[in-house]
């Protein structure tokens, strides 16, 4: 038999695999808060403009109500024939109470009330995933201050570079989820306009108020052109673009976890609650979570291309194409949720040790930049000098398999005369960290004003 909702001028109904195809009620039902209130919206503005009497309106809020508890309760009976979630409720809210609800659709197509829904899905999960980004941060932040002096080795390819701090250190992911926070912000502030009243393409004859549905759904103004409003998923896209800078950063972090959690390098520890054990290596502690949350990329960015392609080349307007935008949003949301609280909960838990990463702040000749700093200061020799000169001493250090520290004054001098005892006072660790004071630098008192300064920003959340 053909649909209910649109069956008129069709004799058969669709085959097995056409309904397969077509369908989307196993994925889109997730919109049905959405999707009640586009329609409660819509039905009011019907009934103030005189296009629905105010019974109709009466009747059908209380429909969608009563049909928004039964969803709510698992009473609600998804029909896979009605397609999707608008023509789900749509059906059942006229089962329900009759002829005004097979007035609702008055002036509104599914192309403006999906583009709608859509719009108001994708600012929710916005607002869910950056008090979740938000929450990270303030993590970051409270272990940052705890750990402002605590002495890493910092690195550039991996090679130690020099000194820095591990409060400085989880300070710089807390930078960048502040633009990951940022992107979403702006991203929410071009989507916040409302398609609804955009119709199927062209808009409407009914002398709707497209400012009373926009202004009751929380959007600061209708959409400026039915065709753009109906065919654009541009909104998504920059969601998805977020996301997916936001999980590369995550990555980042989960891969500095899982080697910092190596025994060869051992400066964290994760907790027992985000580590899992080996089947068969029963000394295994392994940073399942991290690893994860290192991969989940692949999904999210895998999202990003796929609505991409999807959109890329369509001819104005709506084409069923456009189905295929939910699931990479739902999916790439669900997991950015997952991976931004995997990441928290590890941040939250690990202990570093200071001992360890102190040691290896020392290893790899890492301050020798301090050492040629002082005798551009003290001894006025222009850098590049000092950069040879420095590059000589090191080369004996590691001749004679010592520290720079280690060596002795007169090794130092047998290759720049000029070099005083007080050379040493600047090749500890702590003193090349604590030295770092330009503004961004690593030395604690930097860190300790700034991871102070991020939690009270983060407080509120
Ligand atoms: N389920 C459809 C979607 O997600 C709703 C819009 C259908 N519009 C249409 N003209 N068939 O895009």
Redesign the pocket.
């Known amino acids: 038999t053909a649909n209910a909702q649109w069956g008129g001028r069709f004799a058969g109904g669709p085959s097995a695999i056409m309904r397969e195809i077509n369908v989307?009620i196993g994925f889109?039902k997730v919109m049905w808060r959405q999707d009640i209130a586009g329609s409660l919206a819509h039905a009011a503005m019907l009934a103030k403009t005189g296009i629905i009497s105010a019974e109709d309106e009466q009747a059908i809020r209380k429909g969608l109500t009563e049909i928004g508890h039964e969803i709510e309760a698992g009473t609600f009976v998804f029909e896979d024939a009605l397609?999707?979630i608008?023509m789900n409720i749509e059906a059942r809210l006229s089962e329900r109470i009759g002829e005004p609800g097979k007035r609702l659709h008055t002036a509104r197509?599914?192309?403006d009330q999906?583009a709608t829904d859509f719009r108001l899905w994708v600012r929710d999960a916005i607002d869910g995933i950056s008090a979740q980004v938000t929450a990270l941060m303030h993590s970051l932040a409270t272990r940052a201050l705890e750990y402002a002096d605590t002495v890493m080795p910092g690195f550039t390819h991996l090679q130690t570079a020099q000194p820095v701090t591990f409060g400085h250190h989880l300070l710089a992911y807390v930078e960048m989820l502040s633009r990951d926070h940022g992107r979403l912000a702006d991203a929410r502030k071009r989507l916040n306009e409302c398609p609804l009243g955009s119709a199927?393409l062209a808009g409407t004859s009914f002398p709707i108020d497209r400012k009373m549905t926009a202004a009751a759904l929380g959007f600061d103004r209708p959409t400026a052109n039915s065709l753009d409003a109906v065919s654009d998923r541009d909104f998504a896209l920059e969601y998805l673009s977020a996301l997916s800078i936001m999980a590369m950063h995550l990555s980042r972090l989960a891969e500095e976890i899982v080697i910092w959690c190596s025994a060869p390098f051992s400066f964290i520890r994760l907790s027992d609650a985000f580590t899992t054990g080996s089947s068969i290596m029963p000394q295994k502690r392994n940073p399942d979570a991290a690893e994860l949350a290192r991969a989940k990329v692949g999904r999210i960015t895998g999202a990003l291309i796929s609505l991409l392609t999807v959109m890329k080349g369509l001819p104005l307007a709506?084409a069923?194409d456009?189905?295929e935008d939910?699931v990479p949003v739902f999916g790439a949301t669900e997991a950015i949720a997952l991976t931004l609280a995997a990441c928290d909960g590890m941040v939250r838990d690990l202990t570093a040790s200071k001992s360890q990463m102190q040691l290896f702040a020392g290893s790899g000749f890492s301050t020798a930049t301090d050492l040629a700093d002082w005798l551009v200061r003290v001894l006025k020799l222009p850098f590049r000098t000092a950069h040879h000169v420095t590059g000589r001493i090191v080369a004996l250090a590691e001749a004679k398999g010592v520290d720079l520290s280690q060596l002795s004054l007169s090794d130092m001098q047998s290759v720049e005369p000029g070099i005083t005892a007080d050379i040493f006072s600047v090749l500890s660790v702590e003193a090349s960290v604590a030295s770092r004071t330009s503004e961004g630098g690593t030395a604690a008192s930097n860190v300790k004003q700034q991871a102070t300064s991020w939690l009270k920003k983060t407080a509120a959340h």
Do not use: G
Request: glycine share 0%.
């Open positions: 989307s889109d397609e999707d608008h197509s599914r192309n999906v199927a709506y069923k456009m189905q939910k």
